[in-house]
């Protein structure tokens, strides 16, 4: 599995530490986007080219982190195809991934710690969608197809 991985500057250290987990995975390839220093950066922008390696095929997922989580998911969401979870806890990561088929994750550099953090990746990796009908049902209302 490809994962397309970015942030601002408000989560470089997070996205190094993510990076330490994601290689944990012999089966994941990691393309990692930017930034990578601290300089300030726009987060819509590294969202849209996250989201743009997945929605072209090039990455099946994407991990973004920007200081909160909160405006690199907004953006992530306003491309079509994207299913972008605002997660810090790992229920709620494995419950992205089993009921809604998240295809991007988004933590906070600046409100979460590198061990949930860490736990967190594990558990979004390595959970599957559940296939469900009703959320199969739910998904396709939030696509616009039904």
Partial sequence: MRISIGCDHGAVELKDAV????DEFENVEVHDV???GSDAVDYPDIAEKVCAEITSGNSERGILMCGTGIGISIAANKFHGIRCALCHDVFSAKMSRE????????????????????????????????????????????????
């Fill in 19 to 22: 990076k330490k987990v994601l």
């Fill in 34 to 36: 930017g930034t990578f």
């Fill in 99 to 146: 009921h809604n088929n998240a295809n991007v994750l988004a933590m906070g550099g600046r409100v979460i710690g590198f061990g949930p953090a860490a736990e967190i990746v594990r558990a979004w990796i390595t959970t599957d969608f559940s296939n469900d009908e009703r959320h199969l049902r739910r998904i396709s209302k939030i696509r616009g197809e039904a």
